[in-house]
Every structure is written in C-alpha cells, then in structure tokens.
C-alpha cells in the first residue's frame, strides 16, 4: 500500500488544467502573469503563484484590474525581453481586443501567451463565442488542447513559436479542459536568465500608419511559414482502410470525446482520424492533401468552423453543412450521433436526462446581495433594475435584476434609460443599476463618469462583499492584497466615486433593511431634485464564503414560530436557501443545515413569525 | 481496470472533494484519470455533477448510459443525473428514505456523531468504499484521505469516512484484497 501511494508522487501530479496550464507557464521561464478572474479560467492565476513559489522560481503574478490591463501589463514584461502570459475568460478577450490585434502587428520580444478559455454551452459565460475565430482575425497562431496533460504540453511550443516569431501566441482550452483534472508530470522550471532590456524602436513600439502596411506584410509572411511548419501538421492516427476516401478531424476536447467514441465503436484504427492541434494557421499542405486524398471529411470542433472554414474542400460535412450543430456544447452524446450518420452506423438510444431539471442556483444563505435586492424591490415595486455580472446576477431570483449584458454594461445602460424616459416627456420611472465592487473596478469606473457628465440620473448601488466572491474569492484593489498575498496599496471605492463627481453618496449595511430602505428613498428625492444626478449607495456587507466574515458577525438560532401563515412572501420575494416550505403544515421551517443564521429575515415576515434567538434551539417551534 | 464513476449533489454539498478524493486514489494506485467539474455560477447552490474516469480514457465526459457508479448527495439529484448510470450502475444515495437504489443517512449520521452537516460527503464515500463498488479499496481511500485532507479538516474527514464504513451492515462488508 505504502508503496503504491508514494509511486510517482516527485515526477506526477493531479492537475486540473487551469493548474496544468499554470506549471506550464512556470516550468518554461515565464516571469509575469496577469489575468482577471472569469470562469473557466479563474483557477490560472492563483496556481501560476502558488507554483512560482513553491519551485522559487521568480515571477510577478498580477490580478489586474481588466484583460485590456493584464494584457498591456504582459505586452510591456514582454518588450524587455521576458516570458509573459495573460489569462482571462473568453469574453475578457473582447475587452482586450484593443491591444491584442495590434501586437499582432507589433508583434512582441520575450515570448507571449494568451490564454483565452471558452465556454462552450454556455455553462457560465454570457456568449459561447470561439476564441479561435479572434485568432484568425487578429492573424495570430492559436493551439487547441485536448486535455490538461497536453495544455501543459503545448505552453513550451506556445512560447518557442512566439520567440521564433516575434508573435503573440494564443493557447485555447474549453471549460471541459479547465475544469478536467488529469495526472500529469511535473518537471522542474527552466532558468532562462534574461535581464530585461529595452530596445528603443519607434518605427515598431510607436509605429504610425506609415510603418503598419509593412508591418502587415511582415506578419502575413509570419504566418504564412508557420502554416508550412511540419510540427504544427495534423496528428494522424491512421486507419486501416476499412473506410477508404473517408476521414474525421476533430481539435480540442472533442478530439478526445471522439477518440473515446471511435474506441468505444471499436473504429479506432479503422478510419483516418486527425487530431489538429493549431487550428489557425493551419498546416497547408494538410489542406492541400485533404482535397486529393479523401471525398468525405468530417470536421469535429467547437464552438465555430474555424478549421471547417480553412479547408477548400468540396466535401467537408460539420457545421455549414448543418452534419454538426452550430450552436452548444459538443458532448459525447451529440458526437455519437453525428459519428453515426457520417459513418451509418446503427443509432443507439441513448438514455436522456430530465429537459430543465435540477435547483436553479441562487444566492447563498446570509448573502448581503439577497438584503440589497429584496430592499430595492420592496421600495421600488416598478422601477427599472439594470444590473451586471457577477454572483449578483442571481438577483434575477429575486425579480431586482432586469438585464445582464456585459462588464460595466449596467451602469451606461442605466444612463440609456434615463435620457430615453427623460426625453419621452412622461414619469421617469426609479431607475437603480446594481454592480458589484470588482466590476466596478473593471468597466464601471468610465459608466459612472460619462453617466455623471452627461447628467443622468438613477440610483447606482455598489454591492460591496469586499472580493470577487463567484470566481474564488480573487481580491479587489480595495482588498489591498496582491495575488500573491502580500499588501498592496489599496484604492478605495469611495475615493473613486467621490472623484467620478458623485454629488449624493452614502455607504450602509443592507443587513439592515429599514435604513438601507431610507437611503434609497433619500437617494430617490436626490435624483428628483432641480439640482440632481446620479445617486450612489454602497450595499457594503462581506461575503460569508470568507469563513473569517461569517465568524465575526451574529449569528443567531432561527426559528419560525406558529405564527406563520404560510404566505410564502420569504420563499418569493426573499428567496433564502435556508428557509423551506413543509407542504404538510403549510408552513415555512429553517433548513438547519443551511441557514447560517443572520436573521435578515426576521425584518421580512409580515407575520412577524420568524425569530432570532441569542442561544438555544432554532427550527420549528 | 477501466471505471466511469458519477457525483451529483448541490453546489456546496462537497462534491469537488469527492472528487478530487476519488481522483487521488486513481493515481495513487497507479491509475490514469480525468474528471470533470462543475464551477461557476452553478456552484451557488445549483444542481452540479462531477465526473471521474479511471483507465485508458482521452475525454472527461461520461455519455448517457455509461456510468458504473453513482455516488448522489441529493435525492432530488437522481431525476436529473439517474440517466448517467448503466442499467446495472451501483447508485448510492445521501438519503433516509427508502427507494430503489442504496442509501445511507450521511447527514442523520453526521449530526448524531456532532460532524457539521456537509460531511455527509464522506460519510456516502465510506459507505460506497464499503460495498467494494469502486475501482479501490477503503484502505487506499482512507491513506489519500489522510494524505491530500488540509489538516484542519482531516479528522473530520477521515471520521466522516470511517462512519461511513461502519454503516455498512457486516454481512454486505467488502472483503477483498485492497486495490
């Protein structure tokens, strides 16, 4: 037994691949990572710290205030001749774009990866976009791992081919490789020793429109002979002729779906199978061989036809020949079926899950989020709640959140309203956006200033849990720790709003409903008066996931009382997990192993049935 | 040695433990493994699902129907992931009532030997490693147990563990040679 524990233990790890992505970048010599927390890549970061010092390699791990930050902060690392990586979500990339596409162009010094994650599905993204897509357009090479193991595997060839190239290179996983964990060797980090230096070179680092055609050019030769580079050609696992002319491509976790599908089917080594791991630019001579060696081809990828759309192929099925579904997640389930058509095989019926089934998520129990929606929806029955993204989003449960669009988005949008209704000539309605204090710090800082300037007027209330609660707890700059966990020097949101020119300002405690409830009232006649803008609440309470904050704070012994009446206002309108509904009595009870005991809804009873008790039992009385 | 092994329960329930714990033990016994999670919004409660794959696998997903254990921290879960299971699946349920499948009471147990509620996790993984449906044995569990557990909560983890064991009826007690 003893032996068998400790096998491998020094050359082999259990790794998720966020974390598998994370050894990577420190085993090959990379000296600056920054990112923004965004599922499925939240986990990189943290590890790339971790990892750094537990292998003392030297290395500044960031969590910037945005990608379009992180990714300037890495472009810079870069320029001095070091290995930088930045790490964001897919759609973080959209808030980078501006910097990314220009260093394509640019290009870079000290290798630079970027690692943007999809989210095919979408299982906690607000678009399934396909990162690769972005790659081709801004012209830059992107690889497609199959699983953690090889995501690893691949940051070393990631950062050879940017050196060799001068270029960015990007490394997209999916959510299915992220969030997979797999044994995988660890190797110790490599010492690159290189002391920054700058080379001064304004026709490149400043270049004006009148150096950019040739820059153009230069990159367009750049990929160009990266497409002809035989180490980037598909992967053949062969067949043995069984399918003559026929052949499956398939990238990222859907290759290794297929490849477990194929084994199941017992087809693995009877077709042709490619395994593409840069899709972008693809291996010419692949293309060029495909149209003369096979007449039916299936291309296997997600989320868009990125490797599809590369192939002059006449008989390529997948997603524009609607032979795989343009939208959603392909799972095993889905490739079997398109394996069965392409190849006609006998269909199997596969058992199928519940359509809707499972808890919707929801705020925990004791979120100071839950107290801030409940008040705002209690004081403003019709008003207009636009809100943003984060565990807030949740708010939607509670009907105070009306839409959702992208980082920062609530605040601007609430100003669109505004001057909508205002110019409408009729009653404005109470308008009141609702963002959380690191989307704050990402995007909402510009919102509030325009909003301000240009004089709109709503209510914007700040939920302040004091972290970045549904990522894993990253900290805000108002934290004042780093990602290393050394203090920082903390920004204050207050100090920012304040300087936004916010003229009505006001911080509380939504635990307490009632004065929270005054304040938004106040706030309201503010936005009304002659002399009125946009009003400010901070909803600050901390998140109870930090078992530090739940520790310092009352907690009582809830219990309901005979009293209840069985309205179900708690369970609608309030929405905690800790109070359930016993369809025998018809009366709510406290789920014990739930509620933690902040006795918020002892203020939202209209019966006055629920109690908080200093000591003794709670639960039903 | 190949097996596909399901945990379904709440966000918060402690599934990525069992997971995480599952997976060790593969390696630890020499095994290759992936798994797959659920993070994100999910987690805030909502219904999550982890998969593990012990053997010669590529993909972390497990198709419909091809699951050959079920470790459920919710009842309510098995209308939603049952459909993962072969027909044949070992199901093993944190639950007191009584249905067509294999259950322990994890959190009447939990709160009888005054271990918090969320430890209803390994108390349903002792039970499992009891019955001798998984690809290891309760020692070798027990040994990643101790060995990958963050100190604060080892006891409970391992006690939690060893409850679960014991609810295994004597008769029903796997005794085969540990994995």
Same mark, same amino acid.
């Given at each position: 037994?003893?032996?068998?524990? &400790?096998?491998?233990?020094?050359?082999?790890?259990?790794?998720?691949?966020?974390?598998?992505?994370?050894?990577?970048?420190?085993?090959?010599?990379?000296?600056?990572?920054?990112?923004?927390?965004?599922?499925?890549?939240?986990?990189?970061?943290?590890?790339?710290?971790?990892?750094?010092?537990?292998?003392?390699?030297?290395?500044?791990?960031?969590?910037?205030?945005?990608?379009?930050?992180?990714?300037?902060?890495?472009?810079?690392?870069?320029?001095?001749?070091?290995?930088?990586?930045?790490?964001?979500?897919?759609?973080?990339?959209?808030?980078?774009?501006?910097?990314?596409?220009?260093?394509?162009?640019?290009?870079?010094?000290?290798?630079?990866?970027?690692?943007?994650?999809?989210?095919?599905?979408?299982?906690?993204?607000?678009?399934?976009?396909?990162?690769?897509?972005?790659?081709?357009?801004?012209?830059?090479?992107?690889?497609?791992?199959?699983?953690?193991?090889?995501?690893?595997?691949?940051?070393?060839?990631?950062?050879?081919?940017?050196?060799?190239?001068?270029?960015?290179?990007?490394?997209?996983?999916?959510?299915?490789?992220?969030?997979?964990?797999?044994?995988?060797? %660890?190797?110790?980090?490599?010492?690159?020793?290189?002391?920054?230096?700058?080379?001064?070179?304004?026709?490149?680092?400043?270049?004006?429109?009148?150096?950019?055609?040739?820059?153009?050019?230069?990159?367009?030769?750049?990929?160009?002979?990266?497409?002809?580079?035989?180490?980037?050609?598909?992967?053949?696992?062969?067949?043995?002729?069984?399918?003559?002319?026929?052949?499956?491509?398939?990238?990222?976790?859907?290759?290794?779906?297929?490849?477990?599908?194929?084994?199941?089917?017992?087809?693995?080594?009877?077709?042709?199978?490619?395994?593409?791991?840069?899709?972008?630019?693809?291996?010419?001579?692949?293309?060029?061989?495909?149209?003369?060696?096979? &007449?039916?081809?299936?291309?296997?990828?997600?989320?868009?036809?990125?490797?599809?759309?590369?192939?002059?192929?006449?008989?390529?099925?997948?997603?524009?020949?609607?032979?795989?579904?343009?939208?959603?997640?392909?799972?095993?389930?889905?490739?079997?079926?398109?394996?069965?058509?392409?190849?006609?095989?006998?269909?199997?019926?596969?058992?199928?899950?519940?359509?809707?089934?499972?808890?919707?998520?929801?705020?925990?129990?004791?979120?100071?989020?839950?107290?801030?929606?409940?008040?705002?929806?209690?004081?403003?029955?019709?008003?207009?709640?636009?809100?943003?993204?984060?565990?807030?989003?949740?708010?939607?449960?509670?009907?105070?959140?009306?839409?959702?669009?992208?980082?920062?988005?609530?605040?601007?949008?609430?100003?669109?309203?505004?001057?909508?209704?205002?110019?409408?000539?009729?009653?404005?309605?109470?308008?009141?956006?609702?963002?959380?204090?690191?989307?704050?710090?990402?995007?909402?800082?510009?919102?509030?200033?325009?909003?301000?300037?240009?004089?709109?007027?709503?209510?914007?209330?700040?939920?302040?849990?004091?972290?970045?609660?549904?990522?894993?707890?990253?900290?805000?700059?108002?934290?004042?720790?780093?990602?290393?966990?050394?203090?920082?020097?903390?920004?204050?949101?207050?100090?920012?709003?304040?300087?936004?020119?916010?003229?009505?300002?006001?911080?509380?405690?939504?635990?307490? %409903?009632?004065?929270?409830?005054? $304040?938004?009232?106040?706030?309201?006649?503010?936005?009304?008066?002659?002399?009125?803008?946009?009003?400010?609440?901070?909803?600050?309470?901390?998140?109870?996931?930090?078992?530090?904050?739940?520790?310092?704070?009352?907690?009582?012994?809830?219990?309901?009382?005979?009293?209840?009446?069985?309205?179900?206002?708690?369970?609608?309108?309030?929405?905690?997990?800790? $109070?359930?509904?016993?369809?025998?009595?018809?009366?709510?009870?406290?789920?014990?192993?739930?509620?933690?005991?902040?006795?918020?809804?002892?203020?939202?009873?209209?019966?006055?049935?629920?109690?908080?008790?200093?000591?003794?039992?709670?639960?039903?009385? | 040695?190949?097996?596909?092994?399901?945990?379904?329960?709440?966000?918060?329930?402690?599934?990525?433990?069992?997971?995480?714990?599952?997976?060790?033990?593969?390696?630890?016994?020499?095994?290759?493994?992936?798994?797959?999670?659920?993070?994100?919004?999910?987690?805030?409660?909502?219904?999550?699902?982890?998969?593990?794959?012990?053997?010669?696998?590529?993909?972390?997903?497990?198709?419909?129907?091809?699951?050959?254990?079920?470790?459920?921290?919710?009842?309510?879960?098995?209308?939603?992931?049952?459909?993962?299971?072969?027909?044949?699946?070992?199901?093993?349920?944190?639950?007191?009532?009584?249905?067509?499948?294999?259950?322990?009471?994890?959190?009447?147990?939990?709160?009888?030997?005054?271990?918090?509620?969320?430890?209803?996790?390994?108390?349903?993984?002792?039970?499992?490693?009891?019955?001798?449906?998984?690809?290891?044995?309760?020692?070798?569990?027990?040994?990643?147990?101790?060995?990958?557990?963050?100190?604060?909560?080892?006891?409970?983890?391992?006690?939690?563990?060893?409850?679960? $064991?014991?609810?295994?009826?004597?008769?029903?007690?796997?005794?085969?040679?540990?994995?």
């Amino acid at each position: 037994m003893k032996a068998q524990t &400790s096998k491998n233990i020094d050359t082999q790890r259990l790794l998720m691949g966020n974390e598998a992505l994370a050894r990577g970048l420190v085993e090959n010599g990379c000296t600056l990572a920054a990112s923004y927390p965004g599922t499925p890549a939240s986990e990189i970061l943290a590890a790339v710290a971790a990892f750094a010092q537990e292998t003392g390699a030297p290395l500044h791990a960031e969590w910037s205030v945005n990608e379009k930050v992180a990714y300037e902060v890495a472009l810079g690392h870069s320029y001095t001749g070091g290995r930088a990586a930045v790490a964001m979500k897919q759609v973080g990339l959209n808030v980078a774009s501006d910097p990314f596409l220009r260093s394509a162009y640019l290009g870079v010094k000290g290798g630079l990866l970027v690692i943007a994650a999809d989210d095919p599905g979408p299982h906690s993204s607000q678009t399934e976009q396909d990162s690769r897509f972005f790659a081709l357009f801004a012209k830059v090479p992107v690889f497609d791992p199959s699983s953690p193991r090889e995501a690893k595997d691949m940051v070393g060839q990631a950062y050879e081919l940017s050196e060799k190239y001068e270029l960015p290179v990007m490394l997209r996983p999916t959510t299915r490789v992220c969030h997979a964990r797999q044994n995988v060797p %660890l190797y110790p980090p490599r010492k690159l020793d290189r002391p920054p230096h700058f080379d001064k070179n304004p026709s490149r680092w400043c270049a004006t429109p009148q150096f950019l055609t040739a820059l153009h050019r230069l990159l367009n030769d750049k990929i160009d002979q990266i497409a002809r580079l035989k180490e980037f050609a598909p992967l053949l696992t062969a067949g043995d002729g069984s399918f003559p002319g026929t052949c499956v491509i398939a990238s990222g976790v859907a290759f290794a779906h297929t490849w477990d599908l194929l084994a199941d089917l017992g087809l693995l080594g009877q077709i042709d199978y490619y395994q593409v791991t840069l899709p972008y630019p693809l291996h010419q001579d692949f293309v060029r061989r495909l149209s003369l060696d096979y &007449s039916r081809v299936l291309v296997i990828e997600e989320t868009y036809p990125v490797i599809e759309m590369q192939l002059a192929h006449h008989h390529v099925q997948g997603k524009r020949s609607k032979a795989v579904p343009g939208a959603g997640e392909l799972t095993p389930e889905v490739i079997r079926t398109i394996l069965e058509r392409f190849l006609n095989l006998p269909h199997k019926h596969a058992p199928v899950g519940l359509a809707g089934g499972g808890t919707r998520p929801t705020l925990c129990a004791g979120c100071g989020h839950r107290a801030a929606f409940y008040a705002i929806r209690q004081t403003f029955p019709d008003g207009i709640f636009p809100s943003d993204i984060g565990c807030y989003t949740l708010g939607l449960n509670l009907n105070a959140v009306d839409t959702v669009h992208c980082m920062g988005a609530g605040i601007s949008q609430a100003a669109g309203f505004y001057h909508a209704y205002a110019a409408g000539g009729g009653e404005v309605p109470a308008i009141v956006a609702t963002i959380g204090d690191s989307t704050f710090f990402h995007a909402g800082v510009p919102g509030l200033i325009n909003a301000v300037f240009n004089k709109a007027r709503f209510i914007l209330v700040i939920l302040d849990n004091a972290t970045t609660a549904m990522t894993g707890h990253q900290p805000t700059p108002e934290k004042g720790l780093t990602a290393t966990g050394e203090p920082g020097r903390p920004v204050l949101i207050a100090d920012l709003v304040k300087a936004c020119g916010v003229r009505f300002f006001q911080e509380c405690d939504p635990y307490d %409903l009632a004065t929270f409830m005054a $304040l938004l009232q106040e706030a309201h006649q503010y936005c009304r008066r002659a002399d009125g803008g946009v009003a400010v609440l901070i909803a600050r309470h901390p998140c109870l996931l930090d078992r530090e904050a739940w520790r310092s704070q009352a907690s009582y012994a809830m219990a309901v009382t005979e009293n209840c009446i069985g309205c179900r206002h708690c369970l609608d309108d309030f929405e905690c997990p800790g $109070l359930i509904f016993d369809e025998v009595t018809d009366q709510v009870d406290i789920d014990p192993g739930r509620c933690v005991g902040c006795g918020v809804c002892v203020q939202v009873c209209p019966a006055g049935a629920i109690e908080a008790r200093e000591k003794g039992v709670g639960g039903r009385l | 040695m190949k097996q596909q092994i399901i945990v379904s329960g709440l966000g918060g329930q402690g599934a990525l433990t069992l997971t995480r714990l599952l997976a060790e033990a593969a390696q630890a016994a020499g095994l290759e493994v992936i798994t797959s999670e659920t993070h994100g919004m999910a987690q805030r409660g909502g219904t999550v699902i982890s998969m593990i794959k012990v053997g010669a696998f590529k993909g972390p997903l497990i198709p419909a129907g091809e699951a050959d254990v079920g470790l459920f921290l919710h009842r309510d879960n098995l209308a939603v992931h049952r459909f993962y299971l072969k027909p044949a699946g070992a199901v093993f349920i944190n639950s007191s009532t009584p249905g067509d499948y294999d259950k322990v009471d994890g959190r009447g147990l939990a709160q009888q030997q005054g271990l918090p509620l969320v430890a209803a996790n390994l108390i349903l993984l002792g039970y499992a490693a009891g019955k001798g449906r998984l690809f290891c044995g309760p020692e070798l569990m027990e040994q990643v147990i101790t060995e990958k557990t963050p100190a604060r909560f080892r006891e409970a983890n391992l006690k939690a563990f060893r409850i679960g $064991l014991d609810a295994v009826a004597a008769r029903d007690r796997w005794t085969g040679e540990p994995t």
